[in-house]
């Protein structure tokens, strides 16, 4: 089974810095998953990688599959982008995957 | 891009009733689904592999006839938890694999709360 460990687990930042959070796993994957976890609960995904670096407007995701290591990074951070971030990977068992326990990031304004 | 739909989003019921939450594949035909579920604080966790036209795959320690699954069709799985108890109380939410079979799309989770 696939352990998929974040950091940090709790996150504040200022209005404007740049946040990096990390993600490391101890199987080899094809592709890994970023999601954000709204305070209601649903989740929206971000990215789906398996390799490089994927960018979505102030977000961008990186892979080094040798290391078994990904980053998200949110530039000019806002308020609104107060959020919990998940990484997930395949292996969680009959193919599902296996989930971080998640940053809590709060930006203040 | 491909969407996944999960109904309720929300459910209270009362101790021993059986709630059913569903979920659909709306632009793609999905023959992998999994339900997870997440206690407070805590993350996602894999409860079972639903796959159209058998049975679901259970992860250890899920009681198979407390949370049956259904994928009749390659666009629907339903999960029905029978006689809930406040502790079955969580947020339940359902993935569909993409036509890569790489992708992975969520619903938007169920938050069910049993009194």
């Known amino acids: 089974k696939n352990e998929v460990e974040q950091s940090p687990q709790n996150l504040t930042a200022q209005e404007g810095e740049f946040i990096t959070i990390n993600c490391s796993y101890s199987?080899?994957?094809?592709?890994l998953h970023w999601l954000q976890q709204h305070p209601g609960g649903g989740i929206v995904s971000l990215f789906m990688?398996?390799?490089g670096k994927k960018k979505h407007g102030r977000l961008i995701a990186t892979i080094n599959i040798q290391e078994k290591h990904s980053s998200l990074h949110i530039t000019a951070s806002h308020p609104r982008d107060s959020a919990v971030y998940i990484c997930?990977?395949?292996?969680?068992?009959?193919?599902?995957?296996?989930f971080g326990k998640g940053t809590h990031l709060i930006i203040q304004p | 891009g491909a969407v996944v739909s999960q109904h309720p989003s929300r459910v209270i019921c009362k101790s021993g009733t059986s709630v059913k939450i569903e979920c659909r594949s709306l632009?793609?035909?999905?023959?992998?689904m999994f339900w997870y579920r997440q206690f407070p604080k805590k993350s996602l966790m894999l409860m079972a592999t639903?796959?159209?036209?058998?049975?679901?795959?259970?992860e250890q320690g899920v009681e198979k006839d407390k949370f049956l699954i259904n994928h009749a069709s390659l666009t629907l799985s339903t999960l029905t938890v029978t006689s809930a108890h406040p502790e079955d109380s969580s947020f339940y939410i359902c993935?569909?694999?993409?036509?890569?079979?790489?992708?992975?799309?969520f619903g938007q989770g169920t938050r069910l709360t049993v009194v």
């Open positions: 993935s569909a694999e993409g036509p890569s079979n790489t992708e992975a799309f």
């Open positions: 199987v080899g994957i094809s592709a």
């Open positions: 990688l398996s390799s």
């Open positions: 997930a990977a395949p292996g969680g068992g009959a193919d599902g995957l296996t």
């Open positions: 632009d793609f035909q999905a023959t992998t």
């Open positions: 639903s796959n159209e036209g058998s049975k679901a795959t259970y």
